[in-house]
Nanobody, 126 residues
Framework: QVPLVESGGGLVQAGGSLTLSCAVS????????MGWFRQAPGKDREFVTG????????VYADSVKGRFTISRDNAKNTVYLRMNSLKPEDTGTYYC???????????????????WGQGTQVTVSS
């Protein structure tokens, strides 16, 4: 088991910014590709962004490209999600996830991720 703990969610006005953090326990953080997903009420969980084990590869959903930035600090076992220019449609519960896959494939697929955090709520008011 790999415990993941998200933090940093909250209430923000449209146009504002938030930074989410996901702390991962254990010594093997650098072996996992990491991803952020979100789920709005009544909707399916959707991919937001992912980052490779070394941090040299990233991918974003079209809906957040140019506004969100994922990063990781392998020395601190933490992955971050910087969210700028937030919109009401960004509202939801944000989950970080860890994928033990040895290859950078299908990173948008939630099924690739073995470990999940409990989620942190982000609410963007209009």
């Amino acid at each position: 088991q790999v415990p993941l703990v998200e933090s940093g969610g909250g209430l923000v006005q449209a146009g504002g910014s938030l930074t989410l953090s996901c702390a991962v326990s254990g010594r093997t953080f650098s072996l996992y590709h990491m991803g952020w997903f979100r789920q709005a009420p009544g909707k399916d969980r959707e991919f937001v962004t992912g980052i490779s084990r070394s941090g040299d590869l990233t991918v974003y959903a079209d809906s957040v490209k140019g506004r969100f930035t994922i990063s990781r600090d392998n020395a601190k076992n933490t992955v971050y999600l910087r969210m700028n220019s937030l919109k009401p449609e960004d509202t939801g519960t944000y989950y970080c996830a860890a994928s033990p896959s040895p290859t950078w494939v299908n990173v948008r697929d939630a099924g690739q991720y073995q470990y999940w955090g409990q989620g942190t709520q982000v609410t963007v008011s209009s």
